[in-house]
């Protein structure tokens, strides 16, 4: 069973950067569509990016477009959410996940996802 391990999470100041890493632990990440959601004190937890299997498609929650970037080492059995431009509003826990079916694009629903990580927690200050 893969256990999704995030990282890179931390404390910035608004207007800063972070690169979110989740690497599988017992298990792979190669031909499964990845995806990374965060969830803010209160609230529900909600759809931040999605990547295909093979990186080809990319999906962003609209708040999030032209300030991050997913992407895959698949040699390394890894996926990156690139984080710039961050605003008090991005202050959440960061969860990375991948989907369950092989081969799929990545969709937004937190349902299509089986294998979750402990979560990384991003703050960022104004």
């Known amino acids: 069973q893969v256990q999704p391990v995030e990282s890179g999470g931390g404390l910035v100041q608004a207007g800063g950067s972070l690169r979110l890493s989740c690497t599988a632990s017992?298990?792979?990440?190669?031909?499964?569509?990845m995806g990374w959601f965060r969830q803010a004190p209160g609230k529900e937890r909600e759809f931040v990016a999605a990547l295909s299997w093979n990186g080809g498609r990319t999906d962003y929650v609209d708040s999030m477009k032209g300030r991050a970037t997913i992407s895959r080492d698949n040699a390394a059995n890894t996926v990156y959410l690139q984080m710039n431009s961050l605003k008090p509003e991005d202050t959440a826990v960061y969860y990375c996940?991948?989907?369950?079916?092989?081969w799929g694009m990545g969709g937004r629903q937190s349902d299509e996802y089986g294998s979750w990580g402990q979560g990384t927690q991003v703050t960022v200050s104004s």
């Open positions: 017992g298990g792979t990440f190669t031909t499964y569509a």
């Open positions: 996940a991948r989907h369950k079916i092989r």
